[in-house]
T-cell receptor, first 113, second 113 residues
Framework: NAGVTQTPKFQVLKTGQSMTLQCAQD?????MSWYRQDPGMGLRLIHYSVGAGITDQGEVPNGYNVSRSTTEDFPLRLLSAAPSQTSVYFC????????????FGPGTRLTVL | GNSVTQMEGPVTLSEEAFLTINCTYT??????LFWYVQYPGEGLQLLLK?????DKGSNKGFEATYRKETTSFHLEKGSVQVSDSAVYFC????????????FGKGTKLTVNP
């Protein structure tokens, strides 16, 4: 049981490049989400999904796209990277039942030059 | 809107000292409250939670009590260890479950031997 996995661990992009951050979970969780962590800001919700085929925006969705074609995977796409997207990105999942715990991945550190 | 305010860090303590990290919240309805911990280079892990007023969450010697009258959820530990050095995040869930977490900015704790 690997829990929540994220790839890559580190990435450097140039402004305007695109990339996809991968997230997968093997706990059969319905709920998955993406957060970004910036110094002095805590974690902020980017997008979330309550099940396959269903996604919605969080607090800071601009510049990011998501899709949920399977229960296991929830990729985050940056279509045209900007320096303001330099951050650490965390994926999380939970069963979505009541007060169940959210499980976090190890994070992806992204730098946009 | 919903928000979490936690004490500014960093906090530096000697081993076996008493720890308090203050957390207050603003929310409509009856949120669930959480403390997450992030060890260096890792993702977030749930430390403890409380789902209704006067509930006490506890884990690994840490405790926090959900105080609706003061809208607080302060984290305490009677005797900290070097291994407790980490960043601690207070969070609330707007929907009563663990989905769509709203985080405080985090408090970095360093415990010296």
């Amino acid at each position: 049981n690997a829990g929540v996995t994220q790839t890559p661990k580190f990435q450097v992009l140039k402004t305007g490049q695109s990339m996809t951050l991968q997230c997968a979970q093997d706990m059969n969780h319905e709920y998955m989400s993406w957060y970004r962590q910036d110094p002095g800001m805590g974690l902020r919700l980017i997008h979330y999904s309550v099940g396959a085929g269903i996604t919605d925006q969080g607090e800071v969705p601009n510049g990011y796209n998501v899709s949920r074609s399977t229960t296991e995977d929830f990729p985050l796409r940056l279509l045209s990277a900007a320096p303001s997207q330099t951050s650490v990105y965390f994926c999380a999942s939970s069963s979505g039942q009541g007060t169940d715990t959210q499980y976090f991945g190890p994070g992806t550190r992204l730098t946009v030059l | 809107g919903n928000s979490v305010t936690q004490m500014e860090g960093p906090v530096t303590l000697s081993e076996e000292a008493f720890l308090t990290i203050n957390c207050t919240y603003t929310a409509t309805g009856y949120p669930s409250l959480f403390w997450y911990v992030q060890y260096p280079g890792e993702g977030l892990q749930l430390l403890l939670k409380a789902t209704k007023a006067d509930d006490k969450g506890s884990n690994k010697g840490f405790e926090a009590t959900y105080r609706k009258e003061t809208t607080s959820f302060h984290l305490e530990k009677g005797s900290v260890q070097v291994s407790d050095s980490a960043v601690y995040f207070c969070a609330l869930s707007k929907q009563g479950g663990s989905e769509k977490l709203v985080f405080g900015k985090g408090t970095k704790l360093t415990v010296n031997p």
